[in-house]
């Protein structure tokens, strides 16, 4: 309401608010509350195949989030066994502390110190900027993109140039008090596309850089790997070391010759050519 009233529009604006496909999201009872405390709200399920688009968490915000948890489980570990090592235990005795109670209480605080980390607004405005669509990406979840000209003119255009599309926003959900299979088509197109364990499955990239780096890499709109680092083909940051680009292979200046290692080039390792394929 505070934002309306900033934007200076009527209180009962209709607005869209985007849900995952989750079992609660779909449920009669969170549809029926929503229906009954907010009805200027027009929810509509992001569609599958959707989350560069839609989705500015998934793009820019739960990578590094993870990465740092990582990096606080990693200490944790790191000072765990140092203290054993220091009081005495040999590497065979040392034994982490894995107990429900301990992994309870260091876990709150890995949330807390990795929403710190990451709380930084070009991050998080980063985040939804990096979701993109439309001809040459042009438009993306900005409020400055959002809010433009371009934008404006093209949902004033929009009864004329899509009607159907107009049609589907303008359009109230059925009311989710009513019987669960009478939801609209779209609707069970999705929930039936995409499943939770579909989206819970989905493989993370694998970053070899620190959680530092990786914030520069995401503010930067994940264009320009660090210095020493690389974009991998899942869009991981991963160390981009010589040794494993080049390998060296002898070559003699005189075929007359049998003695010594002779001179030395170095030539492109193709030992991993086809590692993506195993």
Known sequence: MAKKRQQGVPLDQPCILQLDCWVV???????????????????????????????????????????????????????????????????DDLRLDVTKPTLRDRSVRWFIEAFKLINKPDIIQKAFSLCTAGTDN???????????????????DLPQTTPDMWEHIQLRRQPASEDAEAVTQDTEVVTESVSEDTINDEEEPGDDAP??????????????????????????????????????VAIS?????????????????????AFEEH
């Open 25 to 91: 999201h779909r449920s009669i009872a969170f549809r029926t509350w929503l229906d009954a405390n907010y009805a200027w709200i027009r929810y509509r399920f992001v569609p599958a195949g959707t989350t560069g688009v839609a989705q500015p968490c998934d793009i820019g915000i739960q990578r590094p989030l993870k990465l740092a948890i990582k990096e606080l489980q990693h200490g944790d570990i790191v000072s765990e066994t140092v203290s054993q090592l220091t009081a005495g235990k040999t590497p």
């Open 138 to 156: 042009a438009f993306n979840l900005s409020f400055e993109s959002l809010t433009s000209l371009e934008a404006r003119r093209m949902l004033r």
């Open 211 to 248: 959680l530092e780096l990786l914030l520069q890499f995401v503010a930067s709109g994940m264009k320009c790997a660090p210095d020493g680092y690389r974009i991998d083909a899942d869009g991981s940051l991963v160390v981009d070391s010589a040794s494993d680009t080049f390998e060296e």
């Open 253 to 273: 200046t005189d075929p007359d010759t049998t003695f010594g290692r002779g001179k030395r080039r170095r030539v492109a390792n193709k030992q991993y050519d």
